[in-house]
């Protein structure tokens, strides 16, 4: 069965710069979430999207922004990176919102030099 | 936001044996999940119980629920080498959920 695609699956930035995260839902799933996690650390809600509209909003630093397109597939752009962005970035998707299941992708291992 | 939190933070066991991890949240909630995550992977749903429901199985999990303590209980039998993960669980809000810190579950075998 189809699952959460995320790319890319690894990146490497420096201070300062931008990042594109992106997210491919599961075909039928209208809902993205995203999610941050730190090394040993709980995954932390960022941001979440219904329907191509924002529907919540958690933990997002202001430098960071999403969307989610006409195709379902959500962006995740973050700005003037900085040390502590260094974290794994997780995207899922469920069908509708409330009490849906998630499914997870796999993440994108961002590492901030 | 309400938060799970998970104890015991991590766990070791022999294989066979039985696993129970313990979550509380601070309000009210619609529902509860438990997922586990490998390493470095996605996290992958487990189980969702309702908040009017007090128990669920699935397989070898069994997961509680008791609204009155705001707490959950996730009970893994006859634990496999398999089972070694982190096992979170969430609270959902409006439209999001809410993970607790998990509990590193180490099945020896």
């Known amino acids: 069965a189809a699952g959460v695609i995320q790319s890319p699956r690894h990146l490497i930035k420096e201070k300062r710069e931008t990042a594109t995260l992106k997210c491919y839902p599961i075909p039928r799933h209208d809902t993205v979430y995203w999610y941050q996690q730190g090394p040993g650390q709980d995954p932390q809600f960022l941001i979440s999207?219904?329907?191509?509209?924002?529907?919540d909003k958690g933990s997002i630093p202001d430098r960071f922004s999403a969307q989610q397109f006409s195709d379902y597939h959500s962006e995740l752009n973050m700005s003037s990176l900085e040390l502590g962005d260094s974290a794994l970035y997780f995207c899922?998707?469920?069908?509708?919102?409330?009490?849906?299941?998630?499914?997870f992708g796999d993440g994108t291992r961002l590492s901030i030099l | 936001s309400q938060q799970g939190e998970e104890d015991p933070q991590a766990l070791s066991i022999q294989e066979g044996e039985n696993a129970t991890m313990n979550c509380s949240y601070k309000?009210?909630?619609?529902?509860l999940q438990w997922y586990r995550q490998n390493s470095g992977r996605g996290l992958v749903h487990l189980i969702l119980?309702?908040?009017?429901?007090r128990e669920k199985h699935s397989g070898r999990l069994r997961v509680t629920l008791d609204t009155s303590k705001k707490s959950s209980s996730l009970l893994i039998t006859a634990s496999r080498a398999a089972d070694t993960a982190s096992y979170f669980c969430a609270t959902d809000g409006n439209n999001d959920m809410r993970f607790g810190a998990g509990t590193r579950l180490t099945v020896k075998p």
């Open positions: 899922a998707s469920s069908r509708g919102q409330g009490s849906q299941p998630q499914h």
């Open positions: 309000t009210s909630i619609n529902n």
């Open positions: 999207f219904y329907e191509k509209m924002q529907s």
């Open positions: 119980i309702r908040s009017n429901e």
